[in-house]
């Protein structure tokens, strides 16, 4: 697909970040990034969905590329708020602590590289005060702070935290 | 259960699919994406599904929307027949291959992308985010594939490739560069579930459509 992430582990390559993070949970099952119960585990993938199928693919670099450089801020700002305003709805009806439940799950690995985009993007974040809650809380764990784009190997010195 | 669906919508179509194939009678509710404004956009929809999109399943006392999720979810308490193999690195293998296409085509032409690129654009535009994926789908089934995307049994992944080679005729995308995908596409299509699913039998079919 020649497109990052892809992950060589246990002999094969995966790519597509979700079913690279589902392989992980259903061979290497804990800590969970999955509910046990059928129906939440379904809100944890319809929030992962929305996400990564239904706003990330409209803002990312190479589609930017093609709208042009005086579009594309627009365009990135419009599919964003687009999948926010209805993320934030759902989000009302699944949300404790985190994105579904009190939890940690692949649907908050979704979300915080999602809000940094989105200020990277300029996008007014006070019409959602759930996701900005959660990526708060979120951004406070060793797991998403050693994993953000400034402590990478690649990122470079003036990025760097 | 009650299935919201447009005929013609390709993330309506794959759960209609995996419906069929695992026997679950439903209810359809049409939405059409185009009458009205768009019903979709009404109230009354919004209220049951936020984003405003087809499909979402009301099922076991709650609505999912997203077609993958809702067939993960039909999948995790309906398990026979699979849609997913046991093996955790053929899943992989099935999961990639549909996120390649619900998440990696399919939003780039679908209609309220392409009503943003504007209607001169709207061809090229379309025609492009299909070759593209479809150039590394031909290349990823090169290795995964037997009679179906991965192996020779049905998966997740053969319910996303069907709709998407519609969508790909309907755009006129030249498909003599994918030999696999085509092959594929016409063992599928020649299943009973992939056939009672198809967009021109569908109760909010147009007349001038209907099979």
Not at chain 2, 96 to 117: F, W
Request: with cysteine; proline share 7%; glycine share 4%.
């Amino acid at each position: 697909t020649r497109q990052v992430p892809a992950l060589e582990i246990d002999g094969i390559t995966i790519s597509q970040s979700l079913a690279i993070i589902e392989y992980l949970e259903e061979t290497r099952p804990t800590p969970r990034l999955l509910p046990q119960d059928p129906k939440k585990r379904a809100r944890v993938r319809m929030i992962s969905d929305l996400i990564a199928g239904g706003i990330h693919p409209l803002q990312n670099l190479s589609v930017l590329k093609q709208v042009g450089q005086e579009n594309q801020l627009t365009w990135a700002q419009n599919a964003i708020t687009s999948g926010f305003n209805s993320l934030e709805q759902i989000l009302q009806s699944t949300a404790g602590q985190y994105c579904v439940g009190d939890e940690v799950s692949m649907a908050d690995l979704c979300l915080v590289p999602q809000v940094a985009n989105a200020e990277r993007f300029k996008v007014d974040l006070t019409p959602y005060p759930t996701i900005s809650r959660i990526n708060k809380t979120l951004l406070a764990l060793e797991a998403f702070q050693v994993s953000h784009p400034c402590r990478q190997p690649d990122t470079p010195a003036e990025l760097r935290a | 259960p009650i299935l919201y669906s447009y005929f013609r919508s390709s993330c309506s179509w794959r759960v209609r699919i995996a419906l069929a194939l695992k026997g679950i009678d439903y209810e359809t509710m049409p939405i059409n994406l185009i009458k009205d404004g768009g019903q979709q956009f009404s109230k009354e929809f919004q209220a049951l599904n936020p984003t405003r999109q087809v499909p979402a399943l009301e099922i076991d006392g709650i609505t999912i929307s997203q077609s993958l999720a809702i067939i993960e979810y039909l999948e995790e308490t309906r398990p026979t027949p699979r849609l997913l193999p046991q093996d955790p690195k053929k899943r992989a293998r099935v999961r990639m291959i549909s996120d390649l296409i619900a998440g990696g085509i399919h939003p780039l032409q679908n209609l309220s992308v392409l009503k943003q690129v504007g209607q001169e654009n709207q061809l090229t535009w379309a025609q492009n985010a299909i070759t593209s994926g479809f150039n590394s789908l031909e290349q990823i089934l090169q290795s995964t594939a037997g009679q179906y995307c991965v192996g020779d049994e049905v998966s997740m992944a053969d319910l996303c490739l069907v709709p998407q080679v519609a969508n790909a005729e309907r755009f006129k995308v030249d498909l003599t560069p994918y030999p696999t995908i085509s092959r594929i596409n016409k063992t599928l299509l020649a299943l009973e579930a992939f056939q009672v699913s198809h967009p021109c039998r569908q109760p909010d079919t147009p007349a001038e459509l209907r099979a």
